[in-house]
């Protein structure tokens, strides 16, 4: 799948307004931005232990279907010289490794550093 962060985003967006979150807040980019001087690093994120639990009970409780369902008119029209089922298989592989690793991290106690490379 073409490495499109912002489009997983949006699937995970779709439950924002049902539990009430900022995009900030969900899996992808959530986490509290680390800011440094040096213009030429990724933009980097941290995502407490509290914050990973949270991400972790996130993905465990979305349904992924669900949320496929109202995020697919904005995330699919970029996709579409794809079939529909294949492009709905990798954003569930995304989902699913997601939800292992925050579900591992949080049993761990860990926090998470992300760094994104656009």
């Known amino acids: 799948m073409p490495h499109d962060f912002h489009a997983l985003n949006e699937v ?3 439950a924002s307004s049902q539990r009430g979150a900022e995009d900030w ?6 986490g509290t931005p680390v800011h440094h001087a040096a213009d030429s690093q990724p933009p980097f994120v941290i995502a407490r232990p509290t914050e ?14 669900d949320l496929w369902e109202a995020a ?3 995330v699919l ?3 579409s010289a794809f079939d529909e089922a294949e492009v709905k298989g990798w954003f569930l592989t995304h989902h699913t490794d997601l939800h292992a690793f ?3 991290s949080a049993s761990a106690g ?6 994104f490379w656009y």
């Open 25 to 30: 807040e969900l899996p992808v980019f959530g």
């Open 77 to 79: 029209p970029p996709f």
């Open 102 to 104: 925050y579900s591992r």
């Open 110 to 115: 860990n926090a998470v550093v992300k760094a």
């Open 12 to 14: 995970y967006a779709a």
């Open 52 to 65: 990973v639990r949270e991400a972790a009970n996130f993905l465990a409780a979305a349904s992924f279907d």
């Open 72 to 74: 697919r008119p904005k």
